[in-house]
C-alpha cells in the first residue's frame, strides 16, 4: 500500500462495520421480555372505557346505528377477558356472558346494523345491542368479582 494512513483508515472502517450493532444483541442467557395476553387491570380499563361510551347508555333505538365499532371492541375484548379469566372462580358465568354477546354481537353484524346506506330493521338492531350491553354489564360485574373489588 501506498498510503500507511489509508491503510489504517481501512482497518478502522472495516472493524467499526464488523463490531456495529453487537453491543446491543441479546446474548444466550438473554431472553426478552414477552407479554402474552392482556392483563386482568388492562381489561377492566378498556371495559370500563366502553361502559361509558354512548352506545351503552344512549337508548338502542337511537343509537344503535353508530354501533358497529363498539359491538366489535366489546366482542373482542370479552374474547381476551374470557381467556386471561378461564382459572378464575367465575370463568362459567363470563364464558356464558361471552357467548351471548359474541351471538348478539354477529346477530347484529349480520343484520347490517351499523353498515352506512343499510336498512335494518330497527327494533331487530336494538334487541341485538340491547343484548351486547346486558351482557357487558354481566361481564363487568364478573370481573369486578374476579378482581376483588
Known amino acids: 500500500m501506498r498510503n500507511p494512513r489509508r491503510a489504517v483508515l481501512l482497518i478502522c472502517a472495516s472493524l467499526a462495520v464488523l463490531t456495529a450493532g453487537c453491543?446491543?444483541?441479546?446474548?444466550?442467557?438473554?431472553?426478552?421480555?414477552?407479554?402474552?395476553?392482556?392483563?386482568?387491570?388492562?381489561?377492566q380499563v378498556?371495559?370500563?372505557a366502553l361502559q361509558a361510551d354512548?352506545?351503552?347508555?344512549?337508548?338502542?333505538?337511537?343509537?344503535?346505528?353508530?354501533c358497529d365499532r363498539f359491538v366489535t371492541e366489546v366482542v373482542n375484548l370479552s374474547a381476551a377477558i374470557k381467556a386471561a379469566t378461564e382459572k378464575s372462580t367465575r370463568?362459567?358465568?363470563?364464558?356464558?356472558?361471552?357467548?351471548?354477546?359474541?351471538?348478539?354481537?354477529?346477530?347484529?353484524q349480520r343484520g347490517q346494523c351499523g353498515a352506512k346506506g343499510a336498512s335494518p330493521d330497527t327494533q331487530v338492531c336494538a334487541r341485538d345491542l340491547g343484548?351486547?350491553?346486558d351482557q357487558l354489564i354481566v361481564l363487568s360485574s364478573a370481573m369486578e368479582q374476579v378482581a376483588g373489588h
Open 23 to 43: 453491543g446491543s444483541e441479546l446474548g444466550p442467557a438473554q431472553r426478552p421480555a414477552v407479554k402474552v395476553g392482556a392483563e386482568l387491570p388492562d381489561l
Open 46 to 48: 378498556k371495559l370500563r
Open 54 to 66: 354512548q352506545c351503552q347508555s344512549v337508548t338502542a333505538e337511537t343509537v344503535y346505528p353508530e
Open 91 to 108: 370463568a362459567t358465568d363470563i364464558a356464558t356472558a361471552v357467548d351471548k354477546l359474541a351471538s348478539a354481537g354477529g346477530d347484529y
Open 131 to 133: 343484548t351486547v350491553r
